[in-house]
């Protein structure tokens, strides 16, 4: 088997081979070491991919397809104006990997163990996508892995030595930094993770809008809004284009210039002036545009120092990975601000695609988890006699211990073993159990030996399996940590809590058993809403919707064909975080003796994924409520990072654009770090949070008295007393008492007719909610005449079926986005 290692980069990719001992960068065709990710479809439909393609989009943006990789895992699509197409992410990609695997000799495609890299950053869906792309391709096995490792392995491969280094690792479209504590070749990862929107194109994009756009304003007659006019939108191309070759001249020169002759352009103001581009920028204009992304890999990097509890003296060296990073000014800036020499160990652009074909090699491919191979060999020689030898399989030192063992008694008996290229031997030994030789291992790759065993009379013995491999590899990653937490939605009265299933940090590949109850009944064969498990990724336990929404493994009635599960049901579930971070998840269900595996059920695009291009309203208004509700907190406690997070919300706010998905992404990232830095202004001021929850509740159950039943008034009275009493003794009883209040309230709401009416109009009032319009259409359509005929209960279904279908806002704090949570902590 050839292993295979591909970096399926935002503005490049590379493909490397390894066979055990070295590594092979496969060129392009143009010989280059890396492969632009792009695609493009001349005015006769026929499709480049790479270099020509970059190169042409420039001129022809609507003809081209470029940086898909920012949106992988998400329902945006790439249209193709020009040819009147629109493509999948996954398709897309799955061009580039298509090219990338055509470098390939012929001989050896299809007999490949490939591992594809992906940031550390990605969540589930995201690999999820990557995955698809990959089967699209058709290149054989693959594994994925994070990019920060595949770099580890590289950097290992070029320098095997001890101690802890830093990865640093700022490519096209994501940054990644992983933290590595190297001993003998036997590599701790102590931490990694990254920043999903941060990297070179946000570099280009810098010098477009700061430096490219006002001189084209102050040089020619254009519209104010030139950037986004379908008018210009070749020009603005064009001179992004220009721009980032700008920005790599930059990277070995002082000065460069953005140009662009108007017989290249070929297009006029307003006036009829011929448009040109000639604009002089140095180091010292870009450096200050990209200073505050810089700051955020540096912030970002001492964050993960401070939770591996390592200072700069602990790190021996930074290793620089990554097109932007060949900048020397960043580099030197990055080592300054972190007080550690700056390293280049390694090829910035070919690191990632060397490391995972290194990694490629240590992958169990036939197991269907893509385990690593193990450590540990063992092997039954077959003769006469009862012998068998224990060894180390795999190892990064210069020799192996092997061990025989036996239960006879062989007296007299001898054993040699020699190394079938080299020609080094042991020497006949006694033979008897528990006897070790120490095996030196010549070459990196795979040490062939072979074993004699001589009987009491010198004569050698007939073995069945004479031959034993052993593998001296370039490093060997003991442990590979999470780098994100990972739960599920589960039901704490009417609040939603993350129920953990792999915390930030857990070694993997991580397995876990829980068990759960359904709060609703289903069906076989039932259309009703499904059992749903919720997956959040982040590291906030209430509410679980304040982290990111990675997905969600849903169990239909339409999933089996007798029994019921009823509420209150047990529902076992197996769950495995892989090496990768990807997510395998399994559902026994005792009451009705089915399981239920997540390769089927897992992750409903429909609900989960969203598309950007249309994202701008449902951002700006999760943006608007959850401003709201600062503000309202702001009444009570003083805190001087509530300042921090309404500049944040102002900011996502403001960076929506209608028809920008790169915009509408990164505004979304911004919400989700006000939400991180809320949870922890609630954690310090947890008793005025709470008097303040306590205090709303008892306000909006005003409304609720007069239909309230007189068992539920006296419950609510005493639950709140209850309740405050929890809030001045700082009692951990208090999430159980406004939960039970919460849960009244609920109960009455849900008797009156006019609460479902409501409902049904909220959702009427979001379209944009709604990725499925065709479903929704007829939701509305069915609600409506049940409106109309005053059919509560049709409405009650139409409503669940809205639940099923919708897609909240990033940081909706609804009650309405809370009931769709059907499970709950079992024993």
């Not at 073993?417 to 010549?442: A, F, M």
């Not at 007829?778 to 005929?789: F, T």
């Not at 940081?811 to 949570?821: G, L, R, T």
Request: aromatic content about 8%; charged content about 25%; overall charge negative.
């Amino acid at each position: 088997m050839k292993y295979i290692g591909i970096d399926l980069g935002t503005t490049n990719s590379a493909i490397s081979s390894f066979d055990g001992e070295n590594t092979h960068i496969f060129k392009s065709p143009e010989q280059y070491d890396v492969t632009p990710s792009a695609i493009y479809f001349d005015k006769r439909g026929n499709k480049y991919v790479g270099s020509r393609a970059y190169n042409s989009a420039s001129r022809s943006p609507d003809n081209a397809a470029l940086l898909f990789k920012r949106f992988m895992g998400t329902s945006t699509k790439v249209k193709i104006p020009a040819i009147g197409k629109e493509f999948t992410l996954e398709e897309c990609s799955a061009e580039v990997l298509r090219a990338l695997y055509g470098y390939l000799p012929e001989d050896i495609r299809g007999e490949t163990g490939t591992v594809i890299t992906v940031p550390a950053a990605f969540n589930q869906m995201q690999k999820d996508a990557t995955m698809q792309a990959a089967n699209l391709a058709n290149i054989g096995q693959v594994a994925l892995m994070q990019e920060p490792v595949a770099a580890v392995m590289s950097v290992m491969k070029n320098k095997n030595s001890d101690g802890i280094f830093l990865i640093y690792d700022l490519g096209g479209g994501t940054f990644d930094i992983a933290i590595a504590e190297s001993i003998k070749g036997k590599v701790n990862l102590l931490r990694h993770g990254g920043i999903s929107m941060c990297g070179g194109r946000d570099f280009d994009r810098a010098l477009l809008d700061n430096i490219c756009k006002p001189w084209l304003l102050e040089n020619f007659n254009l519209p104010s809004d030139f950037a986004v006019n379908p008018q210009f939108r070749n020009l603005m191309r064009m001179v992004a284009w220009a721009a980032e070759k700008a920005k790599i001249e930059l990277s070995s020169k002082e000065e460069a210039i953005i140009s662009l002759p108007e017989s290249e352009l070929n297009m006029r103001d307003l006036d009829g002036e011929e448009i040109y581009v000639d604009i002089s920028v140095s180091r010292k204009d870009y450096e200050p545009l990209i200073s505050d992304k810089i700051e955020a890999t540096i912030n970002a990097t001492r964050e993960a120092l401070e939770e591996a509890r390592l200072s700069a003296n602990d790190i021996e060296r930074i290793v620089f990975v990554g097109g932007p990073t060949q900048y020397k000014p960043l580099r030197d800036m990055v080592a300054s601000e972190l007080a550690v020499p700056a390293s280049t160990d390694v090829n910035p652009m070919t690191a990632v695609s060397e490391g995972a074909a290194i990694f490629a090699e240590s992958i169990d491919w036939n197991s269907q988890s893509r385990g690593r191979k193990s450590t540990k060999g063992s092997t039954n020689v077959g003769a006469n006699v009862d012998l068998s030898f224990d060894y180390i399989a795999r190892t990064t030192e210069n020799s192996a211990k092997i061990v025989a063992k036996t239960t006879t008694e062989l007296n007299g008996y001898e054993l040699q073993i020699d190394d079938v290229q080299t020609g080094w031997t042991s020497g006949k030994v006694e033979l008897k159990n528990g006897v070790s030789l120490r095996l030196p291992l010549s070459k990196s790759g795979d040490n062939e030996f072979s074993v004699f065993v001589f009987d009491n009379s010198g004569k050698s013995i007939s073995l069945k399996n004479s031959s034993i491999v052993i593998t001296k590899t370039a490093a060997s990653i003991q442990a590979i940590p999470a780098s994100s937490s990972i739960g599920v939605a589960v039901k704490n009265g009417s609040v939603d809590e993350l129920d953990f299933w792999v915390k930030k940090g857990d070694s993997l590949p991580a397995k876990g058993q829980k068990i759960y109850k359904a709060t609703e009944t289903l069906k076989a064969g039932s259309a009703e809403r499904p059992i749903v498990f919720q997956l959040w990724e982040g590291e906030i336990s209430e509410p679980a919707s304040d982290n990111k929404f990675i997905g969600v493994f849903a169990i239909k009635g339409t999933d089996f064909d007798d029994g019921v599960i009823a509420a209150g049901a047990e529902l076992e579930v197996s769950y495995e975080m892989l090496n990768s971070g990807n997510i395998v998840i399994e559902v026994d269900v005792p009451s009705i003796g089915n399981s239920f595996k997540s390769g089927r059920n897992f992750y409903s695009k429909d609900t989960a994924q969203i598309d950007y291009q249309v994202a701008k309203e449902r951002i700006q208004e999760a943006s608007s409520d959850m401003l709201s509700s600062v503000e309202t907190l702001e009444e009570k406690v003083f805190d001087e990072r509530l300042v921090d997070v309404k500049h944040k919300l102002d900011q996502a706010n403001t960076a929506c654009s209608e028809n920008d998905p790169e915009s509408n992404k990164q505004a979304e990232d911004v919400i989700q770090e006000a939400k991180e830095l809320m949870a922890k202004i609630k954690k310090d001021h947890k008793k005025e949070i709470r008097q303040l929850e306590l205090d709303n509740l008892i306000e909006s159950f005003e409304d609720l008295k007069e239909k309230a039943k007189s068992s539920e008034l006296n419950k609510f009275e005493n639950l709140s007393k209850s309740a405050q009493r929890a809030i001045d003794i700082n009692s951990n009883e208090f999430d159980k008492y406004l939960n039970e209040m919460r849960s009244i309230s609920t109960n009455i709401l849900h008797r009156q007719p006019e609460f479902f009416v409501y409902l049904f109009k909220y959702f009427e009032s979001k379209p944009h909610y709604f990725n499925d319009k065709n479903a929704y259409n007829m939701l509305m359509q069915k609600g409506r005449s049940a409106l109309a005929a005053d059919d509560i209960e049709t409405l009650k279904m139409v409503i669940g079926g809205l639940y099923d279908i919708a897609n909240f806002p990033v940081s909706a704090n609804d009650d309405i986005e809370k009931n769709m949570v059907n499970i709950m902590r079992g024993n």
